[in-house]
């Protein structure tokens, strides 16, 4: 598939020259794109590592600027990989639809046995296997896909508990002594409630240089926790988006089951047929070669006799 404008893609067209060099055509393209989406898929993959590396550094890092400079990283980095999920979302979708030529297909499901209908069949396997090919790699891909889209959702689950644990520490330095019920309207900072109970404890510590140091702390985790949801959130619909193709692609692996059943039934037909007719064949050339023997030695016997018919006479 090219790249078409805004970032999309198109399906290729099916070349017009001859079913046969169009349906080899056609999957020399279909296996093109299957490489070009494995590379992206490994692209996507190496950027969910570099995620949890910066969301390592941003948590480990003492330096506010060196802080600030991971963030930004990572802010671009996430836009990216979004951009490119967005991308192998589409694409993926659109090979489950590759144009792949079938008329084959209705041959194969007729259920009639004979050695020239086998010898046809198997001259039309061609597309059909074209067709099994694309659903079982368009599957394959699919499968590799949710395997990294799951792999990013636990990295960010990951880092969103140890940002939360990272609040819950700061809160406890500006007050020790905070109730469990404080602890998790600071973690969770429902409806902004949890700022204002860090703000009022804030106000009573006596440690107000390292309370002023935790409250830009927290107020950055929560701003991190917040981008960790919405990455979550969009996630999530990616799943419910690659779940439709997988109702898709599991009727596609319905009907190849159906025609692999068919292919089979009719080739042990056609197989039987054919022991049949070479049954029938040597027995046709014995029964010939027994006339044939039978013949001459009626010849034989005849001109036995006559031989010795005429013989007797002189």
């Known amino acids: 598939m090219t790249p078409v404008g805004g970032g999309g893609y198109a399906s290729p067209t099916t070349p ?9 055509d056609n999957m020399a393209n279909f296996y093109n794109e299957v490489t070009s989406i494995q590379d992206s898929i490994a ?3 190496g950027n969910v590592s570099r995620i949890s590396d910066l969301h390592s550094r941003t948590l480990n890092s003492t330096d506010d600027n060196t802080s600030r400079q991971n963030e930004a990283v990572l802010d671009d980095l996430v836009g990216q990989t979004r951009q490119l999920s967005n991308e ?3 694409r993926i979708q659109t090979l489950s639809s590759y144009p792949v030529t079938r008329a084959q297909d209705q041959a194969i499901r007729k259920n009639q046995a004979s050695v020239v209908l086998l010898d046809a069949r198997i001259a039309d396997l061609s597309g059909t296997y074209a067709y099994w090919a694309s659903c079982l790699q368009t599957a394959l891909l699919r499968q590799k896909f949710v395997e990294v889209l799951q792999n990013y959702q636990q990295v960010e689950r990951d880092y969103r508990a140890k940002y939360r644990q990272r609040v819950e520490r700061q809160f406890k330095i500006v007050k020790p002594d905070a109730t469990p019920e404080e602890v998790a309207a600071v973690v969770n900072d429902t409806n902004g409630a949890g700022a204002q109970i860090f703000t009022q404890a804030l106000s009573s510590s006596t440690r107000y240089g390292e309370s002023r140091t935790a409250y830009r702390e927290v107020q950055d985790r929560h701003n991190d926790i917040q981008k960790i949801e919405r990455t979550l959130e969009e996630l999530a619909q990616l799943f419910n988006d690659m779940s439709v193709l997988v109702a898709q692609q599991d009727e596609g692996i319905d009907q190849i089951n159906k025609v692999a059943i068919d292919v089979e039934a009719d080739t042990g037909a056609g197989l039987k047929q054919t022991e049949i007719a070479v049954k029938h064949a ?4 014995r029964k010939r070669w027994i006339c044939f023997i039978i013949a001459v030695i009626v010849v034989l016997v005849l001109a036995l006799v006559l031989g010795l018919h005429f013989g007797l006479k002189k």
């Open 88 to 90: 192998l979302k589409e």
């Open 43 to 45: 692209q996507f993959s």
């Open 16 to 24: 017009q020259n001859g079913a046969g060099n169009g349906i080899t």
């Open 282 to 285: 040597r027995a046709a050339r």
